[in-house]
Protein backbone atom coordinates (compact mmCIF):
# COMPACT_ATOMS: atom_id res chain seq x y z
CA UNK A 1 0.00 0.00 0.00
CA UNK A 2 1.05 3.66 -0.54
CA UNK A 3 0.85 5.98 1.61
CA UNK A 4 1.47 9.36 -0.01
CA UNK A 5 0.30 11.95 2.73
CA UNK A 6 1.50 11.73 6.14
CA UNK A 7 2.67 14.19 8.90
CA UNK A 8 5.38 13.66 11.57
CA UNK A 9 7.04 15.12 14.03
CA UNK A 10 10.81 15.72 13.84
CA UNK A 11 13.04 16.47 16.63
CA UNK A 12 16.87 16.65 16.36
CA UNK A 13 19.42 15.57 19.38
CA UNK A 14 19.86 17.89 22.63
CA UNK A 15 24.06 19.03 22.80
CA UNK A 16 25.58 17.02 25.95
CA UNK A 17 26.30 19.54 28.47
CA UNK A 18 29.57 20.51 29.37
CA UNK A 19 30.93 19.56 32.73
CA UNK A 20 33.02 21.18 35.61
CA UNK A 21 36.36 18.84 37.01
CA UNK A 22 39.36 19.91 38.24
CA UNK A 23 42.73 17.68 38.08
CA UNK A 24 43.60 16.44 41.74
CA UNK A 25 47.02 15.60 40.49
CA UNK A 26 49.68 17.80 42.67
CA UNK A 27 51.81 19.99 39.88
CA UNK A 28 49.05 19.77 37.66
CA UNK A 29 46.15 21.53 39.05
CA UNK A 30 43.57 23.10 37.13
CA UNK A 31 40.03 22.80 35.16
CA UNK A 32 39.50 19.81 33.46
CA UNK A 33 36.00 19.58 32.31
CA UNK A 34 35.58 18.92 28.59
CA UNK A 35 32.48 19.55 26.36
CA UNK A 36 29.40 18.26 25.67
CA UNK A 37 29.12 16.37 22.22
CA UNK A 38 26.90 17.60 19.38
CA UNK A 39 23.20 16.16 19.21
CA UNK A 40 22.29 14.47 16.04
CA UNK A 41 20.64 16.08 12.99
CA UNK A 42 17.63 14.75 10.93
CA UNK A 43 17.77 14.79 7.28
CA UNK A 44 15.43 13.63 4.49
CA UNK A 45 16.94 11.47 2.34
CA UNK A 46 15.23 10.25 -1.68
CA UNK A 47 15.13 6.22 -2.44
CA UNK A 48 13.30 4.53 -5.38
CA UNK A 49 10.68 2.94 -3.07
CA UNK A 50 7.45 4.31 -3.56
CA UNK A 51 6.12 2.86 0.16
CA UNK A 52 9.02 4.45 2.13
CA UNK A 53 6.00 6.98 3.47
CA UNK A 54 4.43 3.96 4.87
CA UNK A 55 6.66 3.83 8.22
CA UNK A 56 5.04 6.67 8.77
CA UNK A 57 1.63 5.77 8.84
CA UNK A 58 2.27 4.49 12.95
CA UNK A 59 5.72 6.15 13.88
CA UNK A 60 5.10 9.59 13.29
CA UNK A 61 7.90 11.46 16.67
CA UNK A 62 11.01 10.67 15.38
CA UNK A 63 13.96 12.14 17.27
CA UNK A 64 17.84 11.52 17.18
CA UNK A 65 19.79 11.09 19.76
CA UNK A 66 21.46 13.93 22.37
CA UNK A 67 25.04 14.32 22.58
CA UNK A 68 27.13 12.78 25.09
CA UNK A 69 28.23 14.85 28.21
CA UNK A 70 31.68 15.76 28.53
CA UNK A 71 34.03 14.20 31.12
CA UNK A 72 36.67 14.89 32.71
CA UNK A 73 40.29 15.19 31.95
CA UNK A 74 39.54 17.16 28.39
CA UNK A 75 37.26 13.60 27.22
CA UNK A 76 34.91 15.37 25.03
CA UNK A 77 31.31 14.11 25.06
CA UNK A 78 30.85 11.92 21.66
CA UNK A 79 28.51 13.52 18.87
CA UNK A 80 25.31 11.47 18.72
CA UNK A 81 24.68 10.11 15.39
CA UNK A 82 22.30 11.46 12.56
CA UNK A 83 19.10 10.51 11.79
CA UNK A 84 18.02 9.62 8.32
CA UNK A 85 14.89 9.27 7.34
CA UNK A 86 14.29 7.68 3.79
CA UNK A 87 11.29 9.26 1.59
CA UNK A 88 10.24 8.31 -1.93
CA UNK A 89 11.41 10.57 -4.39
CA UNK A 90 9.44 13.19 -5.73
CA UNK A 91 8.41 13.79 -1.82
CA UNK A 92 7.29 17.24 -0.89
CA UNK A 93 8.51 17.44 2.80
CA UNK A 94 6.62 21.04 3.95
CA UNK A 95 7.99 22.37 7.26
CA UNK A 96 4.39 23.53 9.51
CA UNK A 97 6.52 25.89 11.60
CA UNK A 98 8.90 28.15 9.18
CA UNK A 99 6.88 27.61 5.75
CA UNK A 100 8.86 26.51 4.00
CA UNK A 101 8.68 23.26 1.34
CA UNK A 102 11.63 21.15 0.53
CA UNK A 103 11.08 18.52 -2.51
CA UNK A 104 13.65 15.74 -2.91
CA UNK A 105 13.80 14.72 -6.44
CA UNK A 106 16.65 12.53 -6.85
CA UNK A 107 17.67 8.55 -5.31
CA UNK A 108 20.44 9.43 -2.68
CA UNK A 109 19.63 13.34 -2.80
CA UNK A 110 19.57 14.30 1.22
CA UNK A 111 18.61 17.50 2.89
CA UNK A 112 18.91 18.73 6.22
CA UNK A 113 15.46 19.30 8.21
CA UNK A 114 16.75 19.58 11.75
CA UNK A 115 19.18 20.62 13.19
CA UNK A 116 21.37 18.98 16.53
CA UNK A 117 22.01 21.15 19.44
CA UNK A 118 25.70 22.40 20.12
CA UNK A 119 27.33 20.84 22.89
CA UNK A 120 27.77 23.04 25.93
CA UNK A 121 31.76 24.02 26.87
CA UNK A 122 33.40 22.15 29.88
CA UNK A 123 34.89 24.77 32.42
CA UNK A 124 38.29 23.69 31.07
CA UNK A 125 37.45 26.48 28.26
CA UNK A 126 36.41 29.42 30.54
CA UNK A 127 40.04 29.28 32.27
CA UNK A 128 41.70 32.46 32.28
CA UNK A 129 44.27 34.36 33.70
CA UNK A 130 41.82 35.83 36.19
CA UNK A 131 40.05 32.92 36.44
CA UNK A 132 42.14 29.71 36.86
CA UNK A 133 39.03 27.63 38.75
CA UNK A 134 36.22 27.96 36.74
CA UNK A 135 33.22 27.15 37.96
CA UNK A 136 31.04 27.34 35.28
CA UNK A 137 29.91 25.27 32.36
CA UNK A 138 27.86 25.07 29.76
CA UNK A 139 24.21 23.58 29.20
CA UNK A 140 24.30 21.80 25.80
CA UNK A 141 21.85 23.88 23.24
CA UNK A 142 18.44 22.08 22.36
CA UNK A 143 17.57 20.03 19.08
CA UNK A 144 15.35 21.92 16.35
CA UNK A 145 11.91 20.62 16.19
CA UNK A 146 9.35 20.66 13.56
CA UNK A 147 6.32 19.52 12.59
CA UNK A 148 6.84 18.36 8.54
CA UNK A 149 3.92 17.18 6.40
CA UNK A 150 5.51 14.89 3.78
CA UNK A 151 3.35 14.67 0.48
CA UNK A 152 4.31 12.18 -2.23
CA UNK A 153 4.05 13.43 -6.07
CA UNK A 154 5.29 10.90 -8.14
CA UNK A 155 7.79 11.37 -10.57
CA UNK A 156 7.08 8.97 -13.99
CA UNK A 157 7.92 9.46 -17.71
CA UNK A 158 4.79 8.23 -18.72
CA UNK A 159 1.05 8.73 -17.20
CA UNK A 160 -1.82 6.53 -18.06
CA UNK A 161 -5.03 8.53 -17.20
CA UNK A 162 -8.96 7.74 -18.04
CA UNK A 163 -12.22 7.59 -16.63
CA UNK A 164 -11.99 4.24 -14.21
CA UNK A 165 -12.95 0.74 -15.52
CA UNK A 166 -11.15 1.96 -19.27
CA UNK A 167 -7.95 -0.68 -19.37
CA UNK A 168 -5.06 1.42 -17.72
CA UNK A 169 -3.96 -1.45 -15.46
CA UNK A 170 -4.07 -3.84 -18.49
CA UNK A 171 -1.96 -1.94 -20.44
CA UNK A 172 0.69 -1.59 -17.61
CA UNK A 173 0.34 -5.39 -17.33
CA UNK A 174 0.73 -6.11 -20.46
CA UNK A 175 3.88 -3.58 -21.00
CA UNK A 176 5.85 -4.07 -17.90
CA UNK A 177 6.05 -6.79 -15.03
CA UNK A 178 3.61 -4.96 -12.54
CA UNK A 179 0.92 -7.49 -11.34
CA UNK A 180 -1.78 -4.30 -10.96
CA UNK A 181 -4.96 -5.48 -10.10
CA UNK A 182 -7.46 -5.89 -12.38
CA UNK A 183 -11.44 -6.05 -12.81
CA UNK A 184 -14.91 -4.91 -14.69
CA UNK A 185 -15.57 -2.48 -12.18
CA UNK A 186 -15.10 1.46 -11.46
CA UNK A 187 -12.29 2.10 -9.39
CA UNK A 188 -10.41 -1.20 -9.20
CA UNK A 189 -7.36 0.54 -9.00
CA UNK A 190 -7.44 2.53 -5.76
CA UNK A 191 -3.67 3.66 -5.62
CA UNK A 192 -1.17 4.48 -8.32
CA UNK A 193 0.65 1.27 -9.66
CA UNK A 194 4.44 1.34 -11.32
CA UNK A 195 6.04 -0.47 -14.04
CA UNK A 196 9.08 -0.24 -15.59
CA UNK A 197 9.51 -0.20 -19.85
CA UNK A 198 12.70 -0.18 -20.27
CA UNK A 199 14.42 2.98 -19.22
CA UNK A 200 10.87 4.87 -18.68
CA UNK A 201 8.68 4.51 -15.17
CA UNK A 202 4.92 3.72 -16.17
CA UNK A 203 2.26 5.21 -13.78
CA UNK A 204 -1.54 3.77 -14.08
CA UNK A 205 -3.10 6.60 -11.80
CA UNK A 206 -6.51 5.68 -10.55
CA UNK A 207 -9.48 6.66 -12.67
CA UNK A 208 -10.79 10.05 -12.33
CA UNK A 209 -14.52 11.75 -12.72
CA UNK A 210 -16.63 14.25 -13.08
CA UNK A 211 -15.56 16.53 -9.88
CA UNK A 212 -12.70 14.87 -9.18
CA UNK A 213 -11.34 18.33 -8.73
CA UNK A 214 -13.28 19.28 -5.75
CA UNK A 215 -12.73 15.56 -4.27
CA UNK A 216 -15.41 13.55 -5.67
CA UNK A 217 -14.57 9.84 -6.13
CA UNK A 218 -10.96 8.96 -5.31
CA UNK A 219 -11.13 13.09 -5.39
CA UNK A 220 -7.77 15.65 -5.65
CA UNK A 221 -5.72 12.47 -3.92
CA UNK A 222 -4.36 11.30 -7.34
CA UNK A 223 -4.51 14.11 -9.39
CA UNK A 224 -1.26 15.84 -7.71
CA UNK A 225 0.17 12.66 -9.24
CA UNK A 226 -0.14 14.13 -12.47
CA UNK A 227 1.60 16.73 -12.27
CA UNK A 228 5.22 15.63 -12.07
CA UNK A 229 4.04 13.29 -14.89
CA UNK A 230 5.79 14.24 -18.18
CA UNK A 231 3.82 12.61 -20.85
CA UNK A 232 0.14 11.81 -20.66
CA UNK A 233 -1.32 8.35 -22.28
CA UNK A 234 -4.47 9.36 -21.93
CA UNK A 235 -7.36 5.91 -22.96
CA UNK A 236 -10.95 6.37 -23.43
CA UNK A 237 -13.23 2.92 -23.23
CA UNK A 238 -14.65 1.88 -27.09
CA UNK A 239 -17.55 0.60 -25.00
CA UNK A 240 -18.64 3.88 -23.55
CA UNK A 241 -21.55 5.36 -24.71
CA UNK A 242 -19.70 9.14 -24.87
CA UNK A 243 -16.31 8.41 -25.78
CA UNK A 244 -15.78 11.80 -27.16
CA UNK A 245 -17.93 13.39 -23.39
CA UNK A 246 -15.12 11.28 -21.50
CA UNK A 247 -12.17 12.81 -22.97
CA UNK A 248 -13.90 16.00 -22.27
CA UNK A 249 -14.48 15.75 -18.63
CA UNK A 250 -10.80 14.03 -17.67
CA UNK A 251 -9.21 17.17 -19.60
CA UNK A 252 -11.94 19.19 -17.73
CA UNK A 253 -10.95 18.17 -14.39
CA UNK A 254 -7.31 18.14 -15.23
CA UNK A 255 -7.35 21.88 -15.79
CA UNK A 256 -9.35 22.48 -12.73
CA UNK A 257 -7.10 20.82 -10.70
CA UNK A 258 -3.63 22.62 -12.64
CA UNK A 259 -4.17 24.19 -16.33
CA UNK A 260 -0.94 23.96 -16.60
CA UNK A 261 -1.80 20.14 -16.80
CA UNK A 262 -3.17 20.63 -20.39
CA UNK A 263 0.39 21.48 -21.67
CA UNK A 264 1.62 18.36 -21.26
CA UNK A 265 2.28 15.77 -24.06
CA UNK A 266 -0.80 13.29 -24.64
CA UNK A 267 -1.16 10.51 -26.88
CA UNK A 268 -5.35 9.36 -27.00
CA UNK A 269 -6.08 5.28 -26.86
CA UNK A 270 -9.14 3.83 -27.80
CA UNK A 271 -9.31 0.93 -25.31
CA UNK A 272 -10.95 -2.23 -25.37
CA UNK A 273 -11.76 -1.53 -29.26
CA UNK A 274 -12.15 -5.26 -30.01
CA UNK A 275 -15.53 -4.15 -28.26
CA UNK A 276 -16.32 -1.75 -31.20
CA UNK A 277 -17.31 -2.38 -34.82
CA UNK A 278 -14.78 -1.18 -37.42
CA UNK A 279 -17.49 1.56 -38.68
CA UNK A 280 -17.57 3.23 -35.01
CA UNK A 281 -14.32 2.70 -34.39
CA UNK A 282 -13.92 4.74 -38.09
CA UNK A 283 -16.75 7.56 -36.75
CA UNK A 284 -15.44 8.36 -33.70
CA UNK A 285 -11.70 8.87 -35.05
CA UNK A 286 -13.50 11.23 -37.34
CA UNK A 287 -15.05 13.19 -34.26
CA UNK A 288 -11.61 13.21 -32.75
CA UNK A 289 -9.96 14.11 -35.92
CA UNK A 290 -12.82 17.42 -35.91
CA UNK A 291 -10.79 18.20 -32.92
CA UNK A 292 -7.47 17.92 -34.29
CA UNK A 293 -6.66 15.09 -31.85
CA UNK A 294 -5.70 11.71 -33.14
CA UNK A 295 -6.83 8.72 -31.75
CA UNK A 296 -4.93 5.29 -31.55
CA UNK A 297 -7.39 1.98 -31.32
CA UNK A 298 -5.55 -0.47 -29.40
CA UNK A 299 -6.46 -3.75 -26.76
CA UNK A 300 -4.48 -5.82 -25.03
CA UNK A 301 -5.53 -8.93 -26.76
CA UNK A 302 -4.49 -7.49 -29.95
CA UNK A 303 -0.62 -7.91 -30.39
CA UNK A 304 -0.52 -5.49 -32.99
CA UNK A 305 -2.05 -2.88 -31.09
CA UNK A 306 0.11 -2.96 -28.49
CA UNK A 307 3.50 -3.09 -30.53
CA UNK A 308 1.50 0.58 -31.91
CA UNK A 309 1.82 1.63 -28.05
CA UNK A 310 5.64 0.41 -27.78
CA UNK A 311 6.89 2.06 -30.83
CA UNK A 312 5.78 5.30 -28.97
CA UNK A 313 7.30 4.12 -25.69
CA UNK A 314 10.66 3.20 -28.28
CA UNK A 315 10.50 7.19 -29.57
CA UNK A 316 10.02 8.46 -25.50
CA UNK A 317 13.29 6.77 -24.72
CA UNK A 318 15.10 7.91 -27.44
CA UNK A 319 13.85 11.31 -26.58
CA UNK A 320 14.75 10.98 -23.23
CA UNK A 321 18.20 9.39 -23.77
CA UNK A 322 19.33 12.21 -26.65
CA UNK A 323 18.29 14.72 -23.55
CA UNK A 324 20.98 13.33 -21.15
CA UNK A 325 23.36 13.31 -23.80
CA UNK A 326 22.95 17.18 -24.55
CA UNK A 327 23.03 17.56 -20.70
CA UNK A 328 25.93 15.72 -20.73
CA UNK A 329 27.74 17.35 -23.08
CA UNK A 330 26.55 21.30 -21.96
CA UNK A 331 28.36 19.90 -18.42
Do not use: C, W
Amino acid sequence: MIIDDVTITVTAGNGGNGIVRFNKTKMSLGPTGANGGNGGDVYLQGVSDLTALKQFRFRKVLQANDGETGQNQLHDGANAQDLTLLVPVGTIAHNLKTKQDIEITKIKETILIAKGGRGGKGNFLFRSATNTTPMQAQKGKLGETFSMHLELKMIADVGFIGLPNVGKSSLLNELTNASAKVANYPFTTLEPNLGVYYDLILADIPGLIEGASIGKGLGIKFLKHVERTKVLFHLIGADSQSPLEDYKTVRTELELYNPLLLEKPEYLFLSKSDTAAADSIANLKKEFGDLNKKITEISIINLESIETVKKILNGLIKEKTDQKAGLAQAN
